[in-house]
């Protein structure tokens, strides 16, 4: 974080000011939160947190050898009828505890104390605000690690621009090339063009990936996107806009971990899992574009390998074994 620490707190006043008729992301729904109200994301003013860890399931630079401080967030802005993290997204979160600031602040220094190499914010969207303000407590505490803005790429261009100096590494997905697939699968109306203007944003911040001696991430922008089935996400498309719009030197984490969680069993295109033909093709798409930095997955034969449990204390490590 390079933003001085007056300036932090600023940040958080006018955060904290938008939970008064939400817009903290693209739904812009107008609720109250600081009222009371819940609005799309099923959350008011105190964020919940459905899990907190040392999690090495991250890509190689994020999770290091000591692993990445993952703040799994409960609740989110988007309905994703595939989402492996559902239990915590779309489920009961009333389960999750409502939590302060300085409850929070102490859940991210306890991960600086595990050894972390990053405090990594998974689907922060709907909560930016609380989350900031409780990194101004923790940094007061003395709270050195990095800030991984972990997001499903639905963000709002204004609040992503609210950021700047405070997030050193985004990790936004990029899911969709086709906006009615995206509000079809997501919920997320206008979510390509949406998703690109945010990430846009976020690489002008936080430019090219950096890594230090030990090839861990400092800085920098990774976007992740997941090949689906039948080419549903339009991979070849959205990766030429992404390098054409953002810039070819972004570095690119190709998943195909994709298997048919949470409802995706009820939409006959995500009844299954990928092929390596798939997933060849959306190689094949990346070199295409011309994108210079990227990571390649192995297709799984085995999907359980992703299946978190959130009542464990490490949520996707315990599926390992």
């Not at 997001?151 to 950021?163: F, I, K, M, P, R």
């Not at 991979?235 to 806009?241: E, Y």
């Not at 990227?294 to 009542?311: L, M, N, S």
Request: net charge negative; hydrophobic share 35%.
């Amino acid at each position: 974080m390079s933003l001085q620490r007056e300036d932090l707190h600023e940040r958080v006043r006018a955060l904290r000011e938008r939970l008064g008729a939400c817009d903290l992301c693209p739904h812009a729904c107008g609720a109250n939160r600081l009222a009371g109200e819940t609005g799309r994301c099923r959350t008011g003013a105190p964020a919940r947190i459905a899990s907190a860890c040392d999690h090495h399931g991250e890509e190689p630079a994020i999770s290091g050898r000591h692993g990445s401080g993952t703040v799994f967030v409960a609740g989110c802005n988007l309905r994703c009828v595939f989402c492996q993290n559902s239990e915590i997204s779309q489920g009961d979160l009333t389960q999750y505890p409502e939590q302060t600031a300085e409850e929070i602040a102490d859940t991210f220094l306890r991960l600086q104390r595990l050894g972390c190499h990053n405090l990594n914010w998974v689907s922060p969207t709907h909560v930016v605000p609380q989350l900031v303000e409780a990194l101004a407590i923790a940094v007061e505490r003395g709270l050195r690690l990095p800030v991984v803005y972990n997001s499903n790429g639905y963000d709002s261009l204004s609040a992503v621009q609210l950021l700047d100096g405070i997030v050193d590494i985004y990790l936004p997905d990029l899911k969709y090339a086709d906006g009615a697939t995206a509000e079809r699968l997501s919920g997320a109306p206008g979510y390509p063009d949406t998703a690109i203007a945010a990430i846009r944003e976020m690489y002008r911040q936080a430019g090219d990936l950096a890594l230090d001696e030990n090839d861990v991430a400092r800085r920098g922008v990774v976007v992740r996107h997941l090949v689906l089935p039948g080419n549903l996400a339009g991979s070849r498309v959205i990766l030429r806009r992404l390098a054409e719009e953002v810039s070819p030197t972004i570095t690119v984490s190709l998943m195909a971990q994709y298997y048919p969680a949470h409802r995706a069993s009820s939409v006959p295109e995500l009844a299954r899992t990928i092929t390596v033909e798939e997933y060849e093709e959306a190689l094949d798409a990346f070199a295409a574009a011309d994108l210079e930095n990227g990571w390649a997955q192995e297709v799984r034969t085995a999907p359980h390998y992703y299946r978190p449990d959130f009542r464990e204390d490490h949520p996707f490590e315990n599926q390992r074994k």
